[in-house]
């Protein structure tokens, strides 16, 4: 049973515009949400994060937003770019339950053309 | 060095024989995971060791599956009497607390087992 959902595989969109990545998560005890990038033949490289105690956290073009109500988060890039292409992965981490691994959703592929 | 290193980067070996995979983490990094995407699919958790406390196992997928952890330092990964399906790229990653949920990946293990 999947505890991180991410329900698009794929995602298109043009060069300048907005990506938008979503993230659904089932387990209540989650409460480190984070964004991993990765391009072919390299290993995740962290993004951006978000504790449960905040509702969005920005870096400059991502921003990453948290609905706790609905289990669901989202990473927002603006605007896009070519170089922005790349798996992302969504992942989620119980910091109170220590001694637990991250949970990783199955990515979704961005591609973005100028 | 700076990063996670694994080696082989590749290995290609023949059904039913053991393979061995090397992560050498960050030095200082007391968090040592190992996860493997297969084709098409997520980020699976096999297993992780933090600090001297007992690894979590849960995600190793069978008893062909093992993994060692010397202190603070090398991790091998073995897998015996190897299967078509366990091909996939075969990720280590290491972590230090605070902030043990970013973890810092290696560029991974390509296995192929003919």
């Known amino acids: 049973d999947q505890q991180v959902k991410q329900n698009s595989p794929s995602l298109s969109v043009q060069e300048g515009r907005i990506s938008i990545l979503n993230c659904d998560y089932t387990n209540s005890m989650f409460d480190y949400f984070l964004w991993y990038k990765k391009y072919p033949a390299e290993g995740p490289t962290f993004l951006i994060s978000?504790?449960?105690?905040?509702d969005k956290n920005e870096d400059g073009r991502f921003t990453v937003f948290l609905n706790k109500s609905a289990k669901h988060l989202s990473l927002h890039i603006v605007p896009s770019q070519p170089g922005d292409s790349a798996v992302y992965f969504c992942a989620a981490s119980s910091i109170n339950q220590a001694g637990t691994a991250l949970i990783f959703g199955k990515g979704t592929t961005l591609s973005v053309s100028s | 060095g700076a990063g996670v290193s694994q080696s082989p980067s590749n290995k290609v070996t023949e059904k039913g024989k053991d393979v061995e995979l090397r992560c050498d983490p960050i030095s200082g990094h007391t968090a040592l995971y190992w996860y493997r995407q297969r084709l098409g699919q997520g980020l699976e958790f096999l297993i992780y060791?933090?600090?001297?406390?007992?690894?979590?196992k849960s995600g190793l997928p069978s008893d062909r599956f093992s993994a060692e952890r010397t202190g603070e330092s090398v991790s091998t990964l073995t897998i015996q009497r190897t299967q078509q399906e366990d091909s996939a790229v075969y990720l280590c990653?290491?972590?230090?607390?605070?902030?043990?949920?970013?973890?810092?990946f290696g560029s991974g293990t390509q296995l192929s087992v003919l």
């Open positions: 990653a290491s972590s230090s607390p605070p902030g043990n949920e970013k973890l810092f």
């Open positions: 978000i504790s449960s105690i905040k």
């Open positions: 060791f933090q600090g001297n406390s007992a690894p979590d």
